[in-house]
């Protein structure tokens, strides 16, 4: 309520807020969490056992993913690194390895024995490990800070089949 006082200024008041009475009942129970049965890198060491070699996990039906395997391939002369589809049952195996979800296609994996890089970074990382320039490139593209790397990643992967379409099946 405002009361006028005589130097002209206003006075308010505020009344205490109105209370309501309101009761619900709350039915809901969670389930205790449970811990992931499996080992996953254990599970998939075995893909490490008589090759070191990273693996690149890619979309198998992504143009853009396919034109990428087909380039490293045509550029890593010496063979440095391994493909596998994100689809396959080994790319499910290898994306749990990598803490993902088995039907993650987001981004494209890069799966070393000891450690997984995803989205610019495995780019970054499969730099690194091609022929000239591109090592020098990668080291370059580093001092990019990562949030403008991965926002300008997630802008092309999240519009990947409409650019570049998509195959009914994996081509590599």
């Given at each position: 309520?405002?009361?006028?006082l005589?130097?002209?200024?206003?006075?308010?008041?505020?009344?205490?807020?109105?209370?309501f009475?309101?009761?619900?009942t709350?039915?809901?129970?969670?389930?205790?969490?449970r811990?992931?049965?499996?080992?996953?890198?254990?599970?998939?060491?075995?893909?490490?056992?008589?090759?070191?070699?990273?693996?690149?996990?890619?979309?198998?039906?992504?143009?853009?993913?396919?034109?990428?395997?087909r380039?490293?391939?045509?550029?890593?002369?010496?063979?440095?690194?391994?493909?596998?589809?994100?689809?396959?049952?080994?790319?499910?195996?290898?994306?749990?390895?990598?803490?993902?979800?088995?039907?993650?296609?987001?981004?494209?994996?890069?799966v070393?024995?000891?450690?997984?890089?995803?989205?610019?970074?495995?780019?970054?990382?499969?730099?690194?490990?091609?022929?000239?320039?591109?090592?020098?490139?990668a080291?370059?593209?580093?001092?990019?800070?990562?949030?403008?790397?991965?926002?300008?990643y997630?802008?092309?992967?999240?519009?990947?089949?409409?650019?570049?379409?998509?195959?009914?099946?994996?081509?590599?």
């Amino acid at each position: 309520m405002a009361l006028p006082l005589s130097n002209g200024c206003i006075r308010l008041t505020l009344s205490p807020p109105a209370r309501f009475r309101h009761q619900s009942t709350i039915f809901a129970t969670l389930s205790p969490s449970r811990p992931d049965t499996v080992n996953w890198v254990e599970a998939t060491s075995s893909f490490f056992d008589q090759d070191t070699r990273p693996i690149m996990l890619f979309d198998g039906v992504c143009n853009l993913c396919n034109g990428g395997v087909r380039f490293v391939r045509n550029v890593d002369r010496n063979r440095r690194i391994r493909f596998e589809a994100l689809q396959s049952e080994s790319g499910k195996k290898l994306l749990r390895r990598s803490g993902r979800a088995p039907d993650d296609i987001s981004s494209v994996v890069l799966v070393e024995k000891d450690r997984s890089y995803i989205k610019s970074e495995a780019v970054l990382k499969i730099m690194e490990y091609l022929e000239l320039p591109f090592p020098q490139l990668a080291f370059f593209l580093q001092f990019v800070p990562l949030f403008v790397r991965d926002f300008m990643y997630d802008n092309v992967a999240n519009n990947r089949y409409a650019i570049f379409g998509y195959s009914d099946s994996c081509e590599i």
